[in-house]
């Protein structure tokens, strides 16, 4: 929706909310008119006139609830709007028809006549001039039947008041257009400061999305991991639940960017950065690129047996990448090892202690061969230390307690 689309709903928004005025108006003008004009000899038109004034009054209330209702169902309609807009049609010539009773009025009728047509048009300006469609509807037809009127009546003084009151529609909807673009440029200044207040936080969130974001794999960088890590040890300590470490690393991966390039080395680590993506996406797991080709996942509340799964998916969907590497000694292709830590009750709270701990599982994951993991598990301060058996068929190795 453009901004002036925006503008207009807004302003019939406005309308809207303010139309229950116009109608109060009414009703109480028509009754000081029709007590003005009982002593007439017309007084069965007057009490006609009323009668339909105040039906006006009753279907205008109902056309105004049913849209109100639209628009808040189904929002801002222009066709729909305008269509409601000259509804205070009806309003108008009921009042205009009531501008007609002065050609036989007594002076003090004619008075209270003129008054009330002009009060109705100075108060429809400054609530049905926020949509000015509905104004123009409402005024015209309200305020020229009385300057006719007073025209053919004849007479010095009704010549003037005919003028008068000419003058004063004129008047009436130069005030009504100003007010209209004043709404204007009152909702569009805030529209613009709505826009600009959106796209600054749209920059902002960016902004943080790239400070926290590698720029390569699209996965977290080191800054959020050990921002998240941090908070996962504080929340560690306050409800003692599972906490895993895992620090992956890609086997001889100097070698292979020095044997296919480093354009090759990133696509690499890409496709292993969307396995972790796919691998780790509950809302408080988190992947990281560690530094180079290693990459850090946090897994809270996941213990070691989870955490030893998800090693083993990983292993598996990287070697099934195939990428091929003819000068590592491991395979033929791309591998990763990988350490494991898992706190469960332990009174580490420092994020490098554990990542220590992670790095140490990690190095031995290397010395015994590669394309495996070696997990450890962290109990009341003790380092379960490991004691692989190595599985060659499953290029793994697991830390029992």
């Known amino acids: 929706m453009s901004q002036n689309v925006h503008v207009e709903a807004a302003l019939f928004r406005h309308l809207l909310d303010h139309s229950v005025i116009p109608l109060i108006g009414s009703a109480i003008g028509g009754s000081l008119v029709g007590l003005a004009h009982m002593d007439s000899p ?26 109100r209702s639209r628009f808040k169902e189904m929002g801002y309609s222009r066709p729909e709007a305008i269509r409601y807009a000259l509804t205070t049609g009806l309003s108008g010539f009921s009042w205009g028809m009531g501008g007609l ?23 429809g300006a400054l609530t049905l001039g926020a949509y000015l469609p509905s104004f123009y509807a409402f005024s015209l037809p309200a305020i ?4 006719v009127a007073l025209g053919l009546k004849g007479g010095g003084t009704n010549i003037v008041l ?4 000419a003058i004063f529609l004129v008047l009436m909807l130069d005030i009504a257009k100003r007010l209209n673009h004043s709404l204007r440029d009152v909702w569009k200044l805030t529209f613009e400061k709505e826009y600009l207040l959106s796209e600054l936080t749209k920059a902002n969130d960016h902004q943080k999305a790239l400070a926290n974001t590698d720029g390569l794999t699209g996965i977290a960088n080191r800054r959020r991991f050990d921002d998240v890590l941090a908070q996962e040890l ?4 306050r409800t003692n639940s599972p906490l895993s470490l895992l620090i992956l690393d890609v086997d001889h991966f100097k070698t292979f960017n020095d044997a296919y390039g480093h354009v090759a080395g990133d696509e ?38 989870g955490a030893i799964q998800k090693a083993e998916v990983i292993r598996s969907e990287v070697a099934k990448l ?9 395979a033929g292709y791309i591998t990763v090892s ?23 599982c990690l190095y031995q994951a290397k010395a015994d061969g590669r394309n495996r993991f070696v997990s450890t598990r962290l109990k009341h301060d003790v380092l379960q230390r490991p004691s692989c058996e190595d599985n060659q068929e499953e290029a793994y190795c697991d830390v029992g307690p």
Request: proline share 3%; glycine share 4%; net charge negative.
């Open 268 to 305: 690499c680590l890409k496709q292993i950065a969307e396995i972790l993506k796919k691998q780790f996406n509950r809302a408080s797991d988190m992947a990281a690129r560690y530094g180079g080709e290693e990459f850090a996942i946090i897994m809270p509340d996941t213990d070691e047996r």
């Open 322 to 330: 195939n990428i091929q590497h003819g000068h590592s000694p491991t």
């Open 42 to 67: 017309y007084q069965q038109q007057v009490l006609v006139w009323l009668f339909v004034l105040y039906a006006t009054i009753v279907i205008r209330a109902l056309l105004t609830k049913r849209c």
């Open 338 to 360: 990988m350490g494991i830590v898992t706190l469960y009750n332990s009174d580490i709270r420092e994020a490098n202690d554990l990542i220590a701990m992670a790095d140490e």
């Open 101 to 123: 009773f002065v050609l036989d009025a007594s002076p003090l009728a004619m008075v209270v006549t003129i008054t009330a047509i002009q009060a109705m048009i100075m108060g």
């Open 162 to 165: 005919a003028l008068y009151s």
């Open 234 to 237: 504080a929340r560690f300590s």
């Open 144 to 147: 020229l039947p009385l300057v």
